[in-house]
């Protein structure tokens, strides 16, 4: 093989024949694993400062050989919650070495560790560095390992549970949650008076608080910290630093240590500000803002041109937007999706906001379409309640209506197309749903 193109006489690749010569460099890109999904972790946050601070604040007792406090942190995806805790154990981490203090912060991502079981096990891995996950022990087993291991170790212990909200027991039993019994922990008999133990809960999950029993929920919120969504100049700022890590010729002006500006023979501010205004407008995610600008870049490299432009990130916008919109349907049951469909029928025949009862007329012919028993409208408008948690609907309570009484309007927060576009011909979704996305495309 000479790496010609065989249909062609003469072996010589064209544009007809749909090949495209590999290039080693970028006009564009100097590295695009910079807006690869979480995997540069960012070295300053200053949009963060006051949460920073508050995570700061928890885990500095540790430093001075007092408990460290639990901490819950709440904010909706890609709010840098995750990269906060990371950069505060990083900075942790450095100062207790050069200090000689004996703090272990170990993270546990509870995604893949959904159960008290599993969080435990992963904690002993990591604690004890083993290889595996250890096998064939009892709940009661684990625990008595995971305290012995710290009563014999000594020092402090600081848990980071990402994703709390995943930890779901089969068993009802507080006294063998890890939520329960991880927090207070230090207070117990479990561990020894000089060990230190605290819990750093992560959660994008509004529901989640509200279905813990009182005891866990008392022993989890020692303080809470709300991550508000990004406005539009920290999105701007965020992406400054990103386009100056991972695009060619790109800096960012600093003036008097605050932002100013970028300087970029690649790319203008006008599409850092289209990026930042269409992350700003889906609830203000970093990471969907990151996602655009390196889907953007892209593309700008693809099509060989030496500058990213907006038609780029128009082009970006599209297909960033439903792997958004997927991540948030991931998180909803069958009847949250019926439910959905519902909204999507009355929002592509502009028949929005809607009433619960109109919902509940197309809700039910959809969930009979598809075999499923329709919930009545009580429980359907439950599941809405969901859907407006995660953000996919906007749900209000309006009072006044025509007989007096309140009633419930809703419309959908996530844009139309592409969601219809998913439950279409996503290989996750159409099986079920092609058939529903069908009639409500007919009107778009
Ligand atoms: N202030 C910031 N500066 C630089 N990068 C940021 C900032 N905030 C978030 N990011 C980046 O955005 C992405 C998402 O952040 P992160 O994973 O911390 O969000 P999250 O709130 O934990 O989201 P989720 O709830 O979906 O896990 C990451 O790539 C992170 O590095």
């Given amino acids: 093989m000479d790496g010609s193109d065989p249909s062609e006489p003469g072996g010589q690749p064209t544009q007809q024949s749909g090949l495209r010569d590999f290039s080693t460099s970028s006009q564009v890109l100097a590295d695009g694993d910079v807006f690869q999904g979480d995997k540069i972790q960012p070295e300053s946050m ?54 000689d203090l004996d ?51 000594g020092g402090t212990y600081i848990y980071v549970l990402d994703e709390i909200d995943r930890i779901k027991d089969d068993d009802e039993n507080d006294d063998l949650n890890i939520l329960y019994k991880l927090p207070r922990a230090y207070s117990s008999e479990d561990l020894d008076d000089d060990i230190g133990c605290s819990v750093i809960g992560i959660s994008n999950d ?16 020692d303080t809470e910290v709300d991550f508000s969504p990004y406005t539009h100049e920290n999105l701007r700022t965020i992406l400054y630093r990103r386009a100056a890590k991972g695009l060619n010729d790109t800096e960012v002006i600093y003036k008097d240590g605050e932002t100013a500006g970028l300087r970029s023979s690649v790319i203008s501010e006008s599409v ?15 990471r969907q803002a990151i996602d655009l600008l390196g889907q953007a870049a892209t593309i700008a490299h693809d099509e060989r041109d030496d500058e990213v432009s907006i038609s780029h990130v ?32 009355l929002e592509s025949r502009a028949k929005t906001p809607a009433r619960t009862n109109q919902i509940h007329e197309h809700y ?3 969930a009979e379409s598809v075999g499923d028993t329709p919930l009545v409208q009580r429980r359907m408008r439950d599941r809405l309640q969901d859907l407006s948690l995660t953000g996919v609907i906007n749900m209000v309570k309006v009072v006044g209506g025509q007989r007096g009484g309140a009633r419930w309007e809703v419309e ?3 844009p139309l197309d592409e969601t219809v576009d998913i439950l279409l011909n996503d290989d996750s979704y159409a099986e079920h749903y092609e058939r529903i996305a069908e009639e409500i495309a007919s009107e778009l």
């Fill in 46 to 99: 200053p949009e963060r400062e006051s949460e920073l601070g508050e995570i700061h604040s928890a885990i500095e007792p540790a430093a001075r050989g007092e408990n460290p406090r639990n901490l819950f942190i709440y904010g909706k995806p890609g709010q840098g919650k995750t990269a906060a805790v990371r950069l505060k154990r990083e900075q942790f981490s450095q100062f207790a070495d050069r200090e």
């Fill in 364 to 366: 039910t012919t959809y």
């Fill in 103 to 153: 703090v272990t912060i170990t993270y546990i991502e509870c995604n893949s560790a959904n159960k008290s079981y599993h969080v435990l096990t992963t904690a002993l891995k990591k604690l004890k560095e083993l290889n595996n996950k250890p096998r064939g022990r009892t709940i009661d087993n684990l625990y008595s390992e995971v305290f012995d291991y710290m009563n014999s170790h």
């Fill in 314 to 345: 128009k082009n970006a916008q599209q297909e960033v937007n439903k792997n958004y919109i997927k991540n948030m349907l991931n998180d909803h049951t069958s009847d949250d999706l019926l439910a959905l469909c519902g909204v999507l029928y």
């Fill in 206 to 221: 509004r529901r989640f608080k509200s279905n813990l029993s009182p005891r866990i929920k008392d022993a989890l919120y």
């Fill in 412 to 414: 959908l927060a996530i």
């Fill in 272 to 286: 850092i500000e289209a990026c930042a205004e269409s992350a700003e407008r889906e609830r203000g995610s970093a």
